[in-house]
């Protein structure tokens, strides 16, 4: 009996402990199967964070990589100042040192290839922007980089590292281009550009569309030569002619124009140059929108169709008179802000209140559907018009040097990586043929441009355009930040891709051979230099003869513009121009008070001059204002009547601005009248009125 209970006792203190053992084999089953997803999401966890890193390290090398081109290339050009070499421009300076880093980046570094890139193919008919992955039952997402060619495969690794320093065209438009343009339209002088405003109007706006013709139709003609010859890989339409021929027609002769200011070149040549090169990029810009949205019905969209074409027409219209009235609005809600707030008691505000709606004019006009390039252009014009004067001292400083700075860096960035995308481009596509036809092209669309013109401006002109001047317009036609941002922005066809590669060579060859041969130009057609504007106007304003010229000179649609704009808008927009209480008629008095600022009357301490510097001396001030004369000298001032304000700036009072308008000087709400001294040429009143 004892035997017996002891044996069952046993048994079931063994069956107890395989079930024991049982469960807890359970247990670390179930535990290590749920601990094993953990353990491998950790380790791709950590895989994941080490990837980004090295991508971050990357991309930080990439960015000091652009920083140390420039500044690499801001001490050459201080060398190059201080030693005066002017055959290289600091934009072709900052290509080269591009192109030196591009090869190096290109042929000289490889990154070891990534064991874990996998290839596999999978037919479709289209290529996804995005793409999604089943890995084991977890998705991941892909996005499009672009397309390599099948020889390129086994190189992933090193195209990665050559995407990493393409920046997206995007980059371009809207974060270097605006600086560029509004530093374009903002320190622009109005004085000469207004004396030129007719020619000018016709270079930028007829001119462009000549050439953009011109280059288009000798393009096709190349184009339908290399397809003869089996010369041609892909689609080439005409439509693709004629927008190569649109980015290719915009100039940008910074390189001309530096020289032209640092040798100080006649004011109408460089005032001609300028106002062209500011206006055509606009011009361009919009030129090939439309030719992009040049729609015919049916199959073939490359056919020719007159109401397709009028369509483009009503397109091109839209959008450049959209740009433009948004780019004045910015403008003049900026001015109406500065002129009824407080905010000039606080300069940073200010300025940063001003950086700030000019860069969102750009950014406002590309969301609606215009060009922001049109937009910011005439923004710059209309705040450097209108609200520059409601600035304090300081602000004005701050944003002539800020923006100054911006364009600066912007556009030696832009030409350090246009060396750099010639070997780090992927899809370049060089032909030769294609190649000497764009620059035969580009030659013959530039000569149309100048020469026919010119001839047809100078039949309506008092002061002719020389033919050395024409030569030198000619010449002076590079190409540059503009024509290279148009051509990247869309690089999907072969098209396309010939366009851009092409591009960059035309823009090589114009800023390093034409800006580099400027100063031997300017001999070769005895264009004279060292003409300092301030005495050379001077010395006309003493002898009479500009004066007698300045009604014939000055355009009758502008003249009609100022009367407008200095009785109106003027008083409304600014704290400077005669009372509307003047100008206005009896019945609009209340109006006229309410939009008048107090400060136009308080601030008669603070001075301005738009084109240039003026010191005074000790001496009498008389201030003219409507009826009104304050008298100033250096113990007080007192108050006398004086004439009635017409109500009206006569024709006079703008030969007189035209005239005298190196001297000219701006008081808030006041004009000022400046007794001159014996050191100044004698005119021949006794007392000249300088207004604004």
């Not at 530093?183 to 000018?200: D, E, P, Q, T, V």
């Amino acid at each position: 009996m004892v035997f017996k209970v002891t044996v069952n006792s046993a048994w079931r203190a063994t069956r107890t402990l395989w079930l024991l053992v049982l469960v807890s084999l359970s247990v670390c089953i179930c535990v290590c199967r749920a601990s094993s997803p953990q353990e491998d999401s950790a380790m791709e966890n950590i895989v994941t964070e080490k990837r980004a890193e090295e991508s971050h390290r990357q991309d930080s090398a990439d960015l000091l990589i652009f920083i140390l081109l420039l500044t690499l290339t801001i001490l050459t050009i201080w060398l190059f100042k201080h030693r005066r070499f002017r055959f290289l421009h600091e934009t072709g300076l900052a290509m080269i040192y591009g192109l030196l880093v591009g090869v190096v980046l290109r042929y000289g570094i490889h990154v070891p290839r990534d064991i874990s890139n996998i290839t596999l193919s999978c037919p479709v008919n289209a290529s996804p922007a995005t793409l999604l992955v089943n890995v084991s039952g977890k998705f991941y997402e892909y996005t499009l980089k672009g397309e390599i060619s099948a020889t390129e495969v086994d190189d992933v690794q090193d195209n990665e590292m050559l995407r990493k320093v393409t920046f997206d065209p995007e980059v371009f438009f809207n974060i270097l281009l605006p600086p560029i343009i509004f530093h374009a339209g903002y320190s622009l002088k109005r004085r000469h550009f207004f004396r030129n405003m007719g020619s000018i109007l016709a270079y930028a706006f007829l001119g462009t569309v000549i050439s953009c013709f011109v280059i288009g139709l000798l393009m096709y003609g190349c184009v339908m030569l290399m397809k003869q010859v089996g010369q041609l890989g892909g689609d080439f339409f005409f439509t693709d002619c004629l927008f190569f021929g649109a980015i290719v027609s915009a100039t940008d002769p910074v390189t001309v124009l530096a020289i032209f200011n640092e040798l100080q070149v006649d004011v109408d040549l460089y005032a001609l140059l300028f106002g062209e090169s500011v206006l055509n990029d606009a011009v361009a810009v919009v030129l090939s929108s439309s030719i992009v949205a040049y729609q015919p019905q049916g199959d073939n969209s490359h056919t020719f169709e007159v109401m397709a074409m009028l369509k483009s027409f009503g397109v091109f219209l839209g959008v450049f008179s959209g740009s433009f009235a948004l780019g004045v609005a910015t403008g003049v809600v900026t001015a109406l802000i500065s002129k009824f707030t407080k905010l000039r008691d606080f300069q940073l505000l200010e300025t940063a209140l001003f950086f700030l709606m000019s860069w969102s004019t750009f950014l406002l006009a590309e969301a609606c559907g215009f060009t922001g390039v049109v937009a910011v252009l005439f923004c710059g014009i209309t705040q450097a018009h209108y609200t520059f004067n409601n600035l304090s001292p300081d602000s004005q400083d701050r944003t002539k040097q800020l923006f100054e700075l911006l364009n600066f860096l912007a556009e030696n960035f832009i030409f350090s990586y246009m060396g750099l995308t010639l070997f780090t481009f992927q899809n370049h596509v060089f032909n030769p043929m294609f190649i000497v036809g764009a620059f035969v092209a580009v030659f013959l669309g530039r000569a149309a441009n100048i020469y026919p013109l010119s001839f047809l401006l100078n039949l309506g002109r008092r002061n002719k355009i020389r033919s050395n001047f024409q030569h030198m317009m000619m010449f002076a036609g590079l190409r540059g930040a503009m024509t290279f941002a148009l051509s990247i922005r869309d690089t999907a066809t072969y098209a396309r891709q010939m366009m851009f590669s092409t591009t960059l060579l035309v823009v090589f060859f114009t800023v390093w051979i034409c800006g580099g041969g400027t100063t031997q130009m300017l001999s070769c057609q005895r264009i004279r230099v060292g003409v300092d504007s301030d005495q050379d106007n001077s010395m006309s304003i003493a002898e009479g003869s500009e004066r007698r010229s300045t009604k014939q000179e000055s355009a009758w649609l502008f003249r009609i513009w100022y009367n407008f704009d200095h009785n109106y808008l003027k008083p409304i927009l600014t704290h400077s121009g005669p009372p509307l209480t003047a100008t206005l008629p009896p019945c609009c008095g209340p109006l006229a008070r309410f939009l008048t600022s107090p400060q136009a009357y308080e601030n008669e301490c603070q001075l301005k001059d738009d084109d240039s510097d003026l010191i005074l001396t000790d001496g009498d001030i008389n201030l003219t204002y409507g009826d009104i004369t304050v008298s100033t000298d250096a113990t007080g001032a007192h108050t006398s009547g004086g004439p009635a304000f017409a109500g009206a700036a006569t024709s006079d009072d703008l030969d007189r601005e035209l005239t005298y308008g190196d001297h000219e000087l701006v008081m808030r709400g006041t004009r000022l009248v400046l007794p001159m001294d014996d050191s100044e040429p004698p005119f021949t009143e006794p007392q000249q009125r300088l207004r604004m």
